[in-house]
């Protein structure tokens, strides 16, 4: 039978390994197979599945799931309330070379708050993904995402909005689920 592990407010279980000098909050759950760095940053009240690896200069936020498979490297931020969908990929650098070493060129990749990103997708290095946008799955995403913009293709496209509570936003920009109104500003979208 395996065991879960508490300490110092989070748990893992045994199978995974928590490198000394990463930092942990409370509350989080860490599963099998996964690998913390020291130096990583992981906020309270997260989830992170089945072999997930985040890098020591990595930083995640407060209650962000992270599904099976994927891997935080170094230069990703993730805010809180983030949705990281399973096996979808993180790069950092642009132009990899087994060869040469480019780890000074790392590029950030900002994920900001309430984002969703769909199973399979792939964020190219550098980007920054609005505050509660949706990443379709399978998606690949080669340029930064606005605010609340549904964008899902290779490479993704805005096809839409969504609101705050994940629903598809009609024209009208008024969400048919829980009622909370938009307003478009300039190429994005704002809460009205």
């Given amino acids: 039978m395996s065991e879960i592990i508490q300490q110092n407010g989070f748990q893992y279980h045994e199978s995974s390994y928590i490198d000394d000098g990463a930092e942990i909050g409370k509350g989080t759950k860490i599963w099998h197979f996964c690998h913390i760095m020291p130096g990583a940053k992981i906020g309270s009240g997260c989830s992170l599945g089945q072999n997930?690896?985040?890098?020591?200069?990595a930083v995640i936020?407060?209650?962000?799931?992270?599904?099976?498979?994927?891997?935080?490297y170094d230069a990703v931020v993730i805010e809180d309330d983030v949705f990281c969908g399973p096996s979808m990929v993180f790069t950092n650098v642009y132009n990899p070379r087994s060869f040469i070493v480019?780890?000074?060129e790392y590029r950030v990749t900002r994920v900001?708050?309430?984002?969703?990103?769909?199973?399979n997708a792939v964020i190219v290095c550098g980007v920054s993904l609005g505050a509660y946008c949706f990443v379709g799955s399978g998606s690949v995403v080669t340029r930064d995402v606005p605010d609340y913009a549904l964008v899902y293709g290779n490479p993704a496209r805005r096809h839409g909005w969504v609101c705050e509570c994940g629903e598809t936003l009609p024209e009208t920009l008024t969400c048919g689920v829980c009622g909370k109104k938009y307003r478009k500003n300039g190429e994005t979208l704002e809460r009205a």
């Fill in 52 to 57: 997930v690896n985040v890098g020591g200069a």
């Fill in 61 to 72: 936020g407060n209650r962000v799931k992270i599904q099976n498979n994927v891997s935080v």
């Fill in 102 to 104: 480019r780890k000074e």
């Fill in 112 to 119: 900001h708050k309430g984002a969703t990103i769909g199973a």
